[in-house]
């Protein structure tokens, strides 16, 4: 059985590109949610098992983009958990 689960993590807009790129290499993120510092949405992205290089390259671009216009911003993830199975 798995789980979803949220996180959120406040980056300046310097470190952004970074910070996603190390959760993608994750491998267990399902979505990730960039807002600006007064929470509104300014993108998000659906991540599935298998995404890599060509697909990942306009998600990374707009996510790069969007680091040159914040200087603070929160990113939110999405993470599926597996959970044992309690069986009593």
Known sequence: ????????FTVSGEDLLRKVKELINEGNIRRI???NKDGKNLVEFPLTIGV???VLAPVLAAV???AALVTEC???VEREIEEADEKA
Do not use: D, F, R, S
């Open 64 to 66: 790069g983009a969007i």
């Open 33 to 35: 949610i960039i807002k």
């Open 74 to 76: 929160t990113v939110v």
């Open 1 to 8: 059985m798995t789980k979803t689960t949220k996180e959120e």
């Open 52 to 54: 890599v290089g060509v």
